[in-house]
């Protein structure tokens, strides 16, 4: 009995053979193969050089004359408001409502 699947199994390996010998029959090439270069990607690394310090009384005259470093400051919630503030609810992680409970 013959199967249509061991029927195309025999060509796709006739045809494999075919080109597997053909590839093989061509020639080498006698060109001469391109020079290989490497170029290390640290080639143009600088290592850290510190600025030089430079007079601190003078940097801080600067800054105070300007009005400081324009930095503002997060505002503290008034205690009224921190009072009222509700709690936050417990956590539930999937089937269990809390680490270190009792069930």
């Not at 400051?73 to 503030?85: F, T």
């Amino acid at each position: 009995m013959n199967h249509p699947m061991k029927a195309a199994c025999r060509a796709v390996a006739l045809c494999t053979s075919i080109a597997a010998s053909a590839v093989l029959a061509q020639p080498a090439s006698k060109a001469p193969a391109p020079e290989l270069r490497y170029t290390s990607a640290f080639a143009d690394y600088k290592p850290w050089q510190d600025s030089p310090p430079g007079d601190w009384r003078r940097i801080n005259d600067d800054v105070g004359s300007r009005g400081g470093m324009g930095m503002s400051l997060p505002v503290p919630m008034p205690a009224s408001e921190a009072a009222s503030a509700a709690p936050l609810p417990a956590m539930k992680h999937g089937k269990h409502g809390g680490h270190g409970a009792r069930p």
